[in-house]
């Protein structure tokens, strides 16, 4: 079960990639917490508290796909080192932002959220070039799986310093293990060779082939890629999963803050996180081509379990006594994330990918974005168990739309030689391979989930 992640890191620079990209994200699920907890105490509203969250969100979304198309042109490190510069300066401010100002954090998270790093689209359009066969299949389950090692250890981390010294140093904080992570993964950009432009490999792919990507309308000069259907529908889904997964995750925090006990927010997200880090692990590791819609539906029952246990409906003696269910419920989230990346990656040109993971992290703060509002409004008025309901119902509209994917989105271009062969330093560029989709055997965030 373990030879395509044995195989996968034998490839040159993919564990320095993958490990400092995930470090460049750190602060992603933990700035939702530390936020929550900051505008909740200035101004006693849920709502007000995921108004300022969903405006870090809106403002990444909607510089996806221009990052993305800066991306796909080179100097790449730079734009990472330059976004996660500004990011630290604009949670610092909002760290220092008086009370009686706390109007004032609207705009600034809005502005603040325009420079959230791009880590995570750079890396997933750099897979393809990498990686091939089942290393190829195997990078996006592990990319999928390992992120979820963030959303273990950054609310723990964020929490804790909550608890200990209050969310204006827990922000402090993330600012500067964010640009820490920058750093490392524009270095290892350089060490990779691969911040050129994503061109190279488009015309190498047009060389090998005949007729093959040059007919799509998503590869035409200057044609927006949402004129491909199977793209969009991939970007709606993601939106409806990260909304629903991240009102989760605000559902938890609003439990935690309405026990008074936010040492809560770290044991329940980590064990709903630890169970999608085991589902991510083990489906990365099996054989044959994954089921999308069966891994989405498992996604939105997960979620629909909980309710029962929540509050208004049932008030537990200890939120402890969940945490069997919350692991049980995270199962098939990585997996079904990490199915959409493979699919998404198989569909983009090869010479737009980074714009297409750009419009899928458009498409995922948007959802973020949604779930702030959303998911405070109903937990001020539906209790806990309205947020984790809409959730719920989020997470099975992405279900319901994976139902309407084609049967198979990849493109046919020319072979490559294995990159398992290749000599570290040797180009890296070239065309997509064929192939099956999904998680290893046939590939979110976090995450960003």
């Known amino acids: 079960m373990l030879a395509n992640y044995r195989r996968l890191f034998a490839v040159p620079h993919v564990l320095s990639l993958l490990t400092w990209s995930l470090a460049a994200r750190f602060y992603t699920p933990g700035l939702m917490i530390a936020v929550t907890f900051l505008v909740q105490g200035w101004t006693g509203s849920y709502t007000l508290a995921g108004l300022v969250a969903g405006a870090f969100t809106l403002g990444m979304a909607m510089v996806g796909p221009l990052r993305g198309r800066m991306a796909d042109r080179g100097n790449s490190d730079r734009l990472v080192l330059v976004c996660g510069a500004v990011f630290t300066i604009g949670l610092t401010t909002l760290a220092l932002l008086p009370a009686s100002l706390w109007w004032l954090s609207i705009p600034l ?17 750099l897979w393809p070039r990498l990686t091939t066969g089942a290393e190829r299949q195997a990078i996006y389950a592990a990319e999928a799986t390992t992120q979820e090692l963030l959303f273990v250890f950054s609310p723990i ?7 200990l010294a209050g969310p204006r140093w827990a922000l402090l904080l993330l600012g500067v293990l964010g640009l820490m992570g920058a750093v490392g993964f524009a270095l290892s950009l350089r060490r990779a060779g691969v911040t ?49 997964v991240v009102g989760m995750d605000l559902v938890i925090v609003a439990w935690a803050n309405e026990l008074n ?9 980590s064990v709903w996180a630890l169970g999608s880090l085991v589902g991510g692990a083990v489906a990365g590791a099996l054989k044959g081509a994954p089921r999308l819609s069966l ?77 702030g509002p959303l998911t405070g409004a109903l ?63 046939s590939p979110r965030p976090p995450a960003d989930r």
């Open 379 to 441: 937990v001020d008025t539906q209790g806990i168990a309205g947020g984790a309901l809409g959730a719920t119902v989020l997470v099975l509209v992405a279900a319901v739309l994976s139902l309407f994917l084609p049967g198979s989105v990849a493109a046919t271009t020319a072979p490559v030689s294995p990159p398992s062969l290749r000599e570290p330093g040797a180009p890296t560029a070239g065309p997509a391979p064929a192939g099956p989709t999904g998680t290893a055997g």
């Open 261 to 269: 006990s936010p040492q809560y927010v770290m044991v329940l997200a």
């Open 109 to 125: 998270a809005l502005g603040t959220g325009l420079f959230g790093t791009p880590a995570n689209q750079i890396v997933r359009a």
């Open 295 to 371: 891994r989405a539906f498992g996604a939105a029952a997960g979620i629909a379990v909980l309710i029962p246990f929540l509050p208004p409906v049932n008030h537990l003696p200890t939120p402890l006594l969940i945490t069997p269910l919350l692991f049980v419920s995270g199962l098939a989230l990585a997996p079904t994330l990490a199915a959409v990346m493979g699919r998404l990656g198989d569909a983009a040109p090869a010479h737009r990918r980074a714009e297409a993971f750009g419009w899928m992290a458009t498409a995922m703060s948007t959802g973020a974005a949604v779930a």
């Open 196 to 244: 050129g432009p994503a061109e190279t490999e488009s015309a190498s792919a047009r060389s090998g082939e005949a007729g093959g990507r040059s007919s799509e309308p998503s590869s035409r000069p200057g044609r927006s890629l949402l004129f491909h259907p199977a793209l969009c529908l991939l970007f709606v889904m993601c939106m409806a999963i990260v909304s629903g």
């Open 157 to 163: 981390l964020t929490a804790g310093v909550v608890a």
